[in-house]
């Protein structure tokens, strides 16, 4: 068993050694928590992105999709609060000259209770074997009561200081839970300062008349600011909403877990305008909608969880997110938000222009309430990624490296592979890449010998290697070996593509969703 620190570290390194994750502008020993999709990441991360797409706009009618600019007039930022309210919490170790995230500080301080309590309960289920209830066990032994009701008191605190705005509560219970520095041990802390996570950049040639802007932090305003557009020229109806990719910027202050938290990251959002009084049915149907499409890509359901928040943002009425088990624990991948009328209103009031929605069943004009979707693309191919990088022990104790993507989110579907690279056969090869190139991604490969081909295709997640030999030649069939069970089968090359396409497309995967 590896345990979870050794297997992220071999995501990271096979991410980079098979072309997938470069750091970026590593010539220049690479920029901290920028990172650069490789020949097959890129593919891989144009998949999944297509999953998404397709699921949002090509399955709803009353869904479309836009894609808007990364620079948006400034005031944009005003009116979502980013400016005021977009704040990491930090504080410095003056001892070791770190920075960290005081929340994150006291997070991680709980998340240690936490696994003493789960320790406990481990251990009373050992003892007491087949009879051990463990609800029962939560509910009346001593110390774990004491630990959750611990916990519960901290997360409270925090919870208030941080929507009070009280840094210097925030940094008493620091103190107070004698929370010492990670890297030096040392408990000599700073006060806590709030800091602005917006990338700013400049408009304009001249020093004095450029206009500051900034990177968005999110994606989600270029489709509020375009509602009434969209709403107008699509004669849209109320249920409906607003799909988008596209790039998003976060100045990270702790930006660390390879590609789970970046500084230039890309997000897939789909806001989904309703009559007000609608949003905790939609909030609970885009949740469930949201699940089904993770579990379509049949990773596992113990993967996955629901977190409800507490601590809401401040644009929200409701939050969960959707956890996914990383190598390094279960994290968020994915938030359901309710955002009311929030933004729109903002919107209004910033700009004194009407974004409102004549309703003719409530014959009414009113603000639309907004539940959203917003999904990491990033964050979502790490868990991809993650959860298929396996190593197999093969009758005969030989290791064998795979990457068990979903068949249809693999970045190569098919390799041909000619036995030799005589005798006509890399020409028939050539021939089937030809004839399979216009409906899924098939490569070529001829290096090496056929049985490390077959490794090399596993390690890139390829789900289908079709090997030519000189019977070919004669009959016209091929060897068919399947990624997953290694099972190999001779099929006519005539059936390929119909045997291939049906396993491999965007299409069954929606299917199933
Ligand atoms: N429009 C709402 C919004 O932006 P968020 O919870 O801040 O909400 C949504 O971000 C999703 O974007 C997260 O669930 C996560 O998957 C992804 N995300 C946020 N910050 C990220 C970062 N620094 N690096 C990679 N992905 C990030």
Not at 67 to 83: C, E, F, N, R, Y
Not at 350 to 372: A, I
Request: hydrophobic share 40%; net charge neutral.
């Amino acid at each position: 068993m590896t345990n979870q620190s050794d297997q992220f570290k071999k995501v990271i390194s096979h991410a980079k050694e098979y072309g997938f994750i470069f750091p970026s502008s590593e010539i220049y020993d690479g920029l901290s928590a920028v990172y650069d999709y490789a020949q097959n990441g890129s593919a891989l991360k144009n998949n999944i992105r297509e999953y998404w797409w397709k699921a949002m706009v090509q399955l709803n009618e009353n869904i479309v999709g836009i894609d808007a600019a990364i620079l948006m007039h400034p005031t944009t930022w005003k009116a979502s609060g980013h400016v005021d309210a977009f704040n990491d919490p930090l504080i410095d170790n003056k001892t070791s000259k770190k920075r960290y995230r005081a929340d994150v500080l006291v997070e991680d301080y709980v998340a240690k209770i936490e696994a003493k309590v789960e320790k406990e309960v481990k251990k009373a289920a050992k003892r007491f074997g087949n009879t051990f209830d463990e609800r029962e066990f939560r509910a009346t032994n001593p110390r774990v009561i004491a630990n959750q009701e611990k916990i519960k008191v901290i997360l409270k605190r925090l919870g208030k200081s941080l929507e009070k705005e009280d840094l210097a509560d925030v940094k008493a219970l620091i103190e107070e839970l004698e929370i010492s520095c990670p890297d030096s041990g040392s408990r000599d802390w700073t006060d806590v300062k709030q800091f602005n996570l917006m990338f700013g950049t400049k408009l304009g040639a001249s020093a004095d008349t450029a206009m500051d802007l900034y990177l968005r932090p999110e994606t989600a305003q270029g489709i509020f600011v375009n509602f009434l557009n969209v709403q107008k020229t699509g004669r849209m109806k109320l249920p409906f909403g607003i799909a988008q990719t596209g790039k998003a910027f976060r100045n990270e202050i702790v930006a660390r877990q390879f590609i789970f938290r970046m500084r230039e990251f890309e997000q897939m959002e789909m806001q989904f305008f309703i009559p007000p009084g609608t949003q905790q049915e939609w909030y609970n149907k885009w949740k469930e909608n949201r699940m089904k499409w993770h579990l379509a890509l049949g990773m596992g359901e113990e993967k996955y969880r629901f977190h409800d928040h507490e601590k809401l943002a401040h644009y929200a009425d409701a939050a969960s997110d959707i956890e996914f088990l990383f190598p390094f624990g279960f994290k968020e991948l994915e938030g359901i938000h309710s955002r009311t009328d929030f933004d729109l209103s903002s919107h209004e009031k910033f700009t004194g222009k009407k974004l409102q929605y004549f309703d003719p069943e409530r014959n009414e004009s009113y603000v639309p309430y907004v539940v959203e979707t917003s999904i990491g693309l990033d964050r979502m191919f790490l868990a991809v990624f993650s959860n298929a990088l396996r190593e197999e022990t093969l009758e005969g104790g030989a290791i064998r490296t795979v990457l068990k993507f979903p068949y249809p989110l693999a970045p190569n579907k098919a390799a041909v592979l000619p036995l030799v690279k005589k005798d006509g056969l890399p020409e028939l090869a050539r021939d089937i890449v030809d004839n399979l190139k216009w409906d899924f991604q098939t490569v070529y490969d001829e290096k090496d010998a056929v049985g490390r081909r077959y490794r090399r295709q596993d390690a890139l997640g390829t789900p289908y290697c079709i090997t030519v030999d000189h019977q070919s030649l004669e009959d016209q069939t091929v060897t068919l070996r399947e990624r997953d069970s290694m099972k190999q089968e001779r099929i006519a090359i005539a059936e390929l593509k119909s045997t291939i396409e049906g396993k491999v497309s965007i299409g069954t995967l929606l299917r199933q969703f």
